[in-house]
């Protein structure tokens, strides 16, 4: 009797915590980006390695303290992500209180904010550049120029395209009909090149900036 019982119940339900496939696809495409950037810090130590002096005396026209504020202003920009992030996770587009309470954030103000420091990291690097160009540091001035603007300029241009997945993000949320785990996903994939964004810079300020 209670083995036909036994075998009448039916099996119990599994449930198979998958990866998100996209969020796979952003890490497998972000490891490729790593081995890009890999090869630039190559270029860089390479040309250094050959001509250390030049790389010593050039470097000197570098503004460390601007440079360090910009770096600031960048890596302050990944925690104000990250909390739209997990405002995106609680499925909270909005905020719930004044603009002044943003502990009652929503995704979109904190991306917002994200994207406006952002924009002024993309400023600040633009001003340092016509800066330098003043002072005769050109891409074609010398080999530090050269691989100097070819690697803050490749970041930068990440950077822009960082700039733009939050405005897709953000027109995204605010056409949605309604806020569910799609939008949530597309929010928590562009964290992850965000925050991949802003760590490849961290290094390039410590070799470009610090190691001199």
Same mark, same amino acid.
Request: glycine content about 8%.
């Given at each position: ?53 030049? @790389?010593? &005396? ?5 503004? +460390? ?8 202003? *960048?890596? #302050? ?70 691989? @100097?603007? &070819? ?5 930068? +241009? ?8 939050? *405005?897709? #993000? ?43």
């Amino acid at each position: 009797m209670s083995t036909a019982t036994a075998a009448s119940r039916p099996a119990p339900h599994v449930t198979v915590n998958r990866p998100n496939p996209v969020s796979v696809g952003t890490i497998v495409w972000l490891a490729s980006e790593l081995m890009f950037f890999a090869g630039l810090f190559a270029m860089y130590f390479t040309i250094r390695q050959a001509v250390p002096e030049e @790389f010593a &005396l050039q470097s000197e026209k570098l503004n +460390l303290a601007f440079a360090f504020a910009n770096t600031t202003v *960048l890596v #302050l920009s990944s925690v104000t992500c990250q909390m739209g992030v997990w405002a995106a996770e609680r499925l909270q587009p909005q905020r719930t209180g004044s603009l002044l309470q943003f502990w009652r954030w929503g995704m979109n103000e904190w991306i917002t904010l994200t994207y406006v420091m952002g924009a002024i990291f993309i400023g600040g690097q633009i001003f340092e550049y016509a800066e330098l160009v003043h002072e005769g540091l050109t891409i074609s001035s010398s080999p530090y120029g050269s691989v @100097f603007y &070819l690697t803050t300029g490749f970041h930068g +241009l990440h950077v822009v395209g960082g700039l733009l997945a939050f *405005l897709f #993000l953000l027109g995204r949320s605010f056409t949605a009909k309604r806020f569910t785990q799609h939008e949530e996903t597309t929010a928590i994939v562009t964290s992850y090149y965000w925050h991949f964004v802003d760590v490849v810079w961290i290094a390039l300020f410590a070799v470009i900036y610090l190691v001199r």
